[in-house]
């Protein structure tokens, strides 16, 4: 049995590099870095990421996540013919014309399933590969299909609680009362390749165990191994919580979904009509927390704001003086040089009297005294690499909250200039 699965792992390998969907996933995650590079560069000058580095973290730790998810599927014996991936992606990349964290099977696959449940109450409305194609819906198994889904979720749920310390995105955005506050944009695209039992692979695997596979429609059927291109997907926006907070919220919601939509694909294996629960619950129980979620964060006060004694750091630049001073974002600047500072003036004015030397005062996170120090040379930053939070004087702020593909090639920003919105439209319109 040993072998057999060996050989059959090796020789799935291959498939992948010849994959199409392979590179369209990697072209997406390079596209969606390359956006982030853009707003961060419109709205600080300067970047905070680099595109190479973020598409090897999003590709190794989804190569990570897939080889995790890929055990429990093979055990369970998940076994989906390779047409319902080919129809999976189909429906997940029109989704994404209207936004892209649409770009994900919970969504997908919920619509693959009611077209596949309509396929078996109405005959084809045509022949030739209009008939293959509803053949194949007819037959697609519901169970397995949704096994998979819950199981990739399981993934991204790990995938989201290991990067929250990564750098977010820093941004400005407009609230509801019209001031621009700051925030963090969330997303991520992970890359993630997936086993999986299919009755389309070459060979014949060995059953794990007696009931080997449990998704299966028909067990007495010769099983293959293929290795598949999947995407995970994350997009959030954190204006009162930080990012940190954000992601361990959403990973537990995910973490509870996944096992919940497993038990129902479990429990369809057995009484058909747990498939409807099972597609409700992945199309609602996927968009609930994500409403939730926006909703907390719109009723709440922002937290991303400048004090009324000091100015708040929303970001600190790679590198930068301060990355090595050690300051953080959510930290308070007093005092620079032993001058108080208020205003974003006070702050050029303080660095400009010592433009060899800096001497910071802060307030920490958690409330506490902190002071850091450090040298200043001729090429560095201007503000030392500390990207502050807004106030009336930023330039630019971001004017939406979902991006779909089109606003993925192309960013749209809309100037700031005064919080007199019929100002700003006649100006935006001159």
């Not at 209009?130 to 995938?159: G, K, R, T, Y």
């Not at 009931?211 to 995970?232: E, K, R, T």
């Amino acid at each position: 049995m040993i072998a057999d699965w060996g050989i059959a792992i090796v020789q799935a390998v291959p498939a992948l590099v010849l994959n199409p969907f392979t590179y369209l996933l990697i072209f997406l995650i390079v596209m969606q870095w390359r956006r982030q590079i853009a707003i961060e560069r419109k709205l600080f000058g300067t970047k905070l990421h680099a595109w190479g580095e973020e598409l090897l973290f999003a590709v190794g730790m989804g190569v990570l996540g897939g080889l995790l998810i890929s055990l429990p599927l093979l055990i369970l014996g998940v076994v989906l013919p390779l047409d319902a991936f080919v129809y999976l992606w189909l429906i997940a990349l029109l989704l994404m014309a209207v936004r892209v964290r649409y770009l994900c099977f919970a969504y997908a696959g919920s619509v693959l399933a009611l077209f596949s449940l309509a396929a078996r109450w109405f005959p084809a409305p045509g022949s030739g590969w209009i008939a293959s194609v509803w053949d194949n819906l007819q037959a697609l198994p519901l169970p397995a299909l949704f096994a998979m889904v819950a199981l990739l979720h399981l993934a991204e749920a790990l995938l989201i609680y290991l990067s929250r310390f990564r750098a977010a995105t820093p941004i400005f955005v407009r609230s509801k009362r019209g001031r621009i506050v700051g925030g963090y944009e969330l997303r991520h695209l992970w890359f993630v390749p997936l086993f999986l039992v299919t009755e389309s692979g070459q060979g014949t695997l060995t059953p794990l165990f007696h009931s080997w596979p449990i998704f299966a429609p028909d067990a007495s059927l010769s099983f293959g191994l293929v290795l598949l291109p999947a995407v995970l997907g994350y997009s959030e926006q954190a204006v009162a919580s930080t990012p940190e907070q954000k992601m361990r919220f959403s990973a537990r919601w995910l973490m509870l979904y996944a096992l919940t939509l497993q038990g129902l694909s479990l429990a369809a294996v057995y009484m058909e009509w747990f498939i409807w629960l099972a597609i409700l619950f992945a199309f609602m129980g996927h968009e609930a927390p994500i409403v939730y979620s926006r909703y907390r964060e719109e009723s709440r006060a922002p937290i991303h704001v400048h004090p009324r004694r000091g100015l708040k750091i929303l970001a600190v630049i790679p590198y930068s003086p301060a990355a090595k001073m050690g300051l953080r974002a959510g930290e308070v600047i007093i005092k620079v040089n032993g001058k108080v500072v208020n205003r974003r003036q006070d702050l050029y004015e303080a660095l400009i009297g010592n433009k060899a030397f800096c001497k910071l005062e802060l307030l920490n996170t958690e409330g506490e005294v902190k002071f850091a120090q450090s040298s200043i040379y001729e090429h560095d930053h201007h503000q030392l690499g500390i990207i502050l939070a807004p106030d009336e004087e930023v330039p630019y702020y971001i004017d939406y909250l979902d991006i779909n593909l089109l606003r993925l090639l192309k960013i749209k920003f809309k100037r700031n200039t005064q919080f007199v919105p019929t100002l700003r439209e006649e100006q935006e319109h001159a």
